[in-house]
Structure formats: C-alpha cells, structure tokens
C-alpha cells in the first residue's frame, strides 16, 4: 500500500522559515509529478508548487520567490523550503504525488496534511 507522509510543520513568526518534507512509501514503481496544495480555514485548497520527475518547477503567485520545490527521487521524498513566511500561509499543507506502483498502476495520491502557523 502507497502512503505520502508529511512532516515539518509547525507555528513559527512572520519572516521566519519552515522545510517541509513528504515521503512516499509501500510498492513504489516511479513517481512523476509531486506538488504540495494547502487549505486554509474557510477556504478552498489550492496549488503552491508542483514538480516533474525531471525537476521543472511551477508554483502560485503568492508565494513565488519564497517557495522552493524540490525531490530526491532516489529517496521518494519531496521538499517544500518555505522562506519569508506570512500569516496568510497558514494553512494545513498536504502533499501530493502522481505513482505508478509496482503493479502497474498509476493512481494520484494524498497525504494527511501537516499544519503550519505563521503567528508572532
């Protein structure tokens, strides 16, 4: 069975920095494209930054030039550097990945979530 595992949330203050990782594990075959999403209270979940097996970026608005992608894909584990955070990047940060198992198939999947608060 595939998981996606985040961790390195927490609260730190405005300007301040978090790396978050996400790691996948079970019957992995290859993972294309991972990305990490984040939903606020109240509101809808959105992209933040997505990344191809081959390492081409893309990210929101809102947080380019703060964010960085990135993977390692020998570990299946993927990486969001968060610099300059603000209060409005609070929000529970989910991690996502585009596999194919070992079966063969090539499914989406989701992690948990982990939390981050940006609060002085």
């Known amino acids: 069975q595939v998981q996606l595992v985040e961790s390195g949330g927490g609260l730190v203050q405005p300007g301040g920095s978090l790396r978050l990782s996400c790691a996948a594990s079970?019957?992995?075959?290859?993972?294309?494209?991972m990305g990490w999403s984040r939903q606020a209270p109240g509101k809808q979940r959105e992209l933040v930054a997505a990344?191809?097996?081959?390492?081409?970026?893309n990210y929101a608005d809102s947080v380019k030039g703060r964010f960085a992608i990135s993977r390692d894909n020998a570990k299946n584990t993927g990486y969001l550097q968060m610099n300059s955070l603000k209060p409005e990047d609070t929000a529970v940060y989910y991690c996502?990945?585009?596999?194919?198992?070992?079966?063969?198939?090539?499914?989406?999947?989701w992690g948990r979530g982990t939390q981050v608060t940006v609060s002085s």
């Open positions: 996502n990945a585009e596999l194919r198992s070992a079966s063969g198939i090539l499914d989406h999947y």
């Open positions: 079970g019957s992995i075959f290859s993972i294309n494209a």
């Open positions: 990344i191809t097996r081959g390492g081409s970026t």
